[in-house]
């Protein structure tokens, strides 16, 4: 194996990315290194390529970008008991601790020390990568490459739509970015009555009625509030699944919650969010989770079962596909909002 | 209107039932009187007809039978504001208290001052009946009657079924009697990833798999724990909902679940169950919930929810149909365990 | 009995209160009249005192004002069984209606058609008082009539404490009104390790050191962060009980809950509140309750069992006792921040 | 430091334990050698002692025995990092393998692959012990030795005690054994309204009414049921631990449930249980939670927040105190029922 790999790179502090080579990773005892064969393009990568205020806080280059993968195990370090060689594996991007409060309780996903592949440590947009042996999730042999790589991302989906009971009830879904895109496939197939969904994006709408929404709606030109109302015959839905991060989103959609209600937020506002509390929140008797990451590993194990189950299909969320080196064209798709998730492969589209 | 009607009652403390004149109840100021448009089967119906151990205990002839109906609303007491005249209504056959501990907690499917209709009081397989107006349940106008009459019944499976978590999960249902089979059909509207049914009857598990099944095993010629086993790769499955009684049943099922597994039982058991506590409950980690009636009223909002939201198709679990009056060859057909839901009508079965 | 009696009303729409007669109330078949013993003074009565917006807009003169009370059962309607004359009770201020949504499922402290005594409809600052029957709730006849009367604003406080899991957790209380002096009580009752309560009157944190607060700290003078941190070893507070209503109280609430900490709010902010969401709500994976009223009846049900226990003792929240036509000193008092709870007898402060 | 040391062990597959010589162990990478301080006697002992069915089965001797300490970290592996020499800790008895299923979405309580110390593996009673780094729970350095070694079966009652709601509850605890005791005073922390415990010893049942029972009952001398329906005016108590393991005392809690009330198990049959499913199971609506072992480590964090914050007291559980050396003594009056917990120091009985 040759020593130097292909990557796409954040070399200096500044907007843009590099296709350049970098060595490949030498693995540690509880390591595998994983030959990649597909990736998927998240909204943090956007982040860093153009290099805003959050991104030159985080991120120190040089540093090779990407968290959402799936490949081949070709080395395993020599304390690794779970992981064989030839294992076709998909990888959590949470690398966690272990050893904190929240991870010896069994959450891992709000472990405090938590770095992340591809921000912290270097990813997955390369030939290689090189992952702790605990971050790897094996996958069945058949799966397609392009559904394996996205599950980093369909788990963000998961445990927010699985975070409430969706089983009969009407529900608002506000963003139809990917995440929200796969969480209407998640509500669909765990028995979502009604899945009403907003976007200002028409082609996200389309999207989220392939994807199993009854409507799709955009604020700017449909009258949500009256749609929610109608549907629900003036009670306010069962619950709101947040992924926008928009203000504007946030206040309508605990607005249309009804009495008693319950609100996942996964959508990460850039800003403070103002909100009536004492009647959205306090009078309303509202619950409300904070979303991040991915149960380790319940989501892991959820996501298993709806796929192995033949329950959600990812597919129709996939509406490009690049080679990795062409990062820059498949990361201006991502970022036009004409699309749904992007994936590249390190070598290059199968056909 | 004639003062009379047709009903079947128990006229005395023997087996058999008979087809009589009644006189048509009298409503008090918070009852409701409805036309009957059908009513169906529910095992109760034949141990009363069998007159057995229970059932000579609890009942006390003379009584006209039945709690599984739908009808329409044709007189309200003067006290009445939630039920109107013309309104298509199915019965909770449960006439609790609202006073009690219980009730008065939100739990009236355990009051302890329960009274069932066509068990402590006259019941439904008749022309009219009068029943608490606030044990009606508003349809809407369309819905067809057989599936009306059906949802006492369904709601039961609704309750053990939403009583666990099944989303991505293998679920074993032990018991393919109308309400396993409409179980069977909740758990895959809510996202079980295998549903794994057992029964006696070779015509049941043809209606398990038809409701929904992946497999359907009799216990007597199949190897079920080799299939359980197989499917869940050895772990056990995540959830039994247990709907036989049977002590073969329920000692298996306990059995097949995995640790930290969760089983909730609706079936009645004869006589005192034996069970290997330390290893099958308590070592494995077990969370077991006992289940009776439906709860007031969430059940009936996730009933409304999964047929509304057309999730459940409860159609193939009725099998056969019959004019009231004749109710014995109805009821024989349901003691055959060929059969499914049998559904009966007062005014002749519908073309 | 004579058919006038004494009472605190709301005569015109305009500031102040007037001590004035009325009618004895008559009583419908399914209410119970109360000989008026004891009644406490809420915020919500010195609202409508001070006549600000909110109350200009609820309230409807001419009213006979406040929901606080306990008296004795000296009439009751025709249809009543659940309460009988000579009855000691406490009245649920809040009047449900029974049959919405959420009523039906257990759920009437979010009725939509909920109405207060001595908001909505004629109070209990008054000799007597006409409550529905459903709405008393029977005490043993030697409980102290101040405590019994507290029973209603004590119900919030328990509502909001039960709603998280304080075992052997770090609690922050912000705010030490009555209601989050009485929930520091119970959250020592139920095993709370620390409770670390703020306030800015010191006044009210002598009483919370009293109730049982560990730290009592004034965010005006005190470090509450430093003192949060250095308790918690830096992690945060397990849970955020929040009565204050107030900003920054609330900004500092949640800024100071660790990662997966859960937060209650009762306090109702007189504006939009504006948080850093990303940060302190969705990163920190937090799960947060609006808490309303007191469950029916299940917070009744944990009152009863936390005071018959003795686990809760509420007297030293009670700092003031006015005969109830000195009701503009009491009010005066009970707004200075100078005083715990303040209790009104309508015969006079007892001996 | 010796090679050698002394330990409790059972040296052949037969009644009986031998104070032999062993080597002092060797540590692994991952692993740290404990100086043992304190160690107790747990119900496993005297059945390996006994030499009894499942111990023959279980057990392959030669073994080390005593799973149950504290002691100081003398030695550390190369790969440790979060226990430091000198560190006083306590031992997770369970080694759990952090791989399977159950580990992985933090349920390593129920793993399967668990060994325990002193029973699958060389355990505690010696003068030094070696543990994985990961079964280490640092303790304050000022916490009484006894007190310290209690932790491993404290955590048992903490997990049965919190995995029901008690607040304000009527509990029932059959089994006053240590894991009992210590569960009344957990139970007595967290707010129960009564407890009343059953045991056969009137030794234990004063220790029960020491612990915080109200009430401490002999099924073979007092009416327990009698004095369950007295103190909850005929409901039944909300919730039932159980202790004891014994078929009558099962059978008998579970009749003496309420409706809807939840029943934790820890005691262990030692032969299959037959219990009335309809009536005390199904129809009661009971929830039943079968609990094993501490849940890792969310109990030892209660523990920590329940002894540190001064909540519970275990000190008068410790009723007898011996040399390791006295082994056959101590465990001799372990088994006389006329003892709490009997606590061991493999350097002497401090003064």
């Given at each position: 194996m040759s020593t130097k790999m292909?990557?796409?790179?954040?070399?200096e502090s500044a907007p843009g990315l590099t296709w350049g080579d970098a060595e490949v990773p030498m693995i540690g005892p509880e390591d595998v290194l994983v030959k990649v064969r597909a990736v998927s393009i998240c909204g943090t990568d956007l982040h860093i390529r153009r290099w805003d205020t959050w991104a030159s806080h985080r991120v120190h280059p040089p540093l090779i970008v990407g968290h959402e993968m799936c490949g081949e195990v070709i080395a395993v370090g020599e304390r690794?008991?779970?992981?064989?060689?030839?294992?076709?594996?998909?990888a959590e991007s949470h690398i966690v601790c272990g050893v904190c409060d929240q991870c010896r309780v069994g959450h891992g996903h709000i472990c405090e020390n938590t770095r992340i592949l591809g921000v912290d440590t270097d990813g997955v947009f390369a030939e290689y990568v090189r992952i702790p042996a605990t971050n790897a999730w094996r996958n069945p042999p058949d799966m397609p490459w392009?559904?394996?790589?996205?599950?980093?991302n369909f788990g963000n989906a998961v445990h927010t739509a699985l975070s409430i009971d969706a089983r009969g009830k009407h529900i608002l879904v506000t963003g139809c970015g990917p995440v929200g895109l796969m969480a209407i496939a998640v509500l669909r197939a765990v028995g979502a009555r009604t899945i009403i969904a907003t976007d200002v994006s028409s082609y996200r709408l389309d999207l989220a009625?392939?994807?199993?929404?009854?409507?799709a709606l955009s604020p700017a030109q449909d009258d949500v509030a009256a749609a929610v109302h109608?549907?629900?015959?003036?009670r306010?839905?069962?619950?709101l699944l947040e992924f926008s991060g928009a203000a504007p989103a946030i206040r309508q959609g605990f607005?249309?919650?009804?009495?008693?209600?319950e609100a996942a937020l996964l959508g990460i506002p850039d800003r403070p969010i103002e909100l009536d509390w004492a009647n959205d929140l306090v009078f309303r008797g509202v619950t409300v989770r904070g979303i991040v990451g991915r149960r380790l590993w319940d989501t892991w194990y959820s996501m298993r079962g709806l796929l192995q189950g033949g329950l959600v299909?990812?597919?129709?969320?996939?509406t490009h596909r690049f080679a990795l080196s062409d990062f820059n064209l498949a990361m201006d798709t991502m970022q036009s909002g004409q699309s749904g998730k992007v994936v590249m492969f390190p070598q290059g589209v199968p056909a």
């Open positions: 292909h990557a796409v790179m954040k070399v690794v008991t779970t992981v064989e060689l030839g294992d076709f594996i998909s392009e559904i394996a790589a996205l599950q980093e009625r392939k994807m199993g929404a009854e409507l109608d549907i629900t015959q003036g306010g839905a069962d619950a607005q249309l919650l009804r009495y008693g209600g299909d990812l597919a129709p969320v996939i």
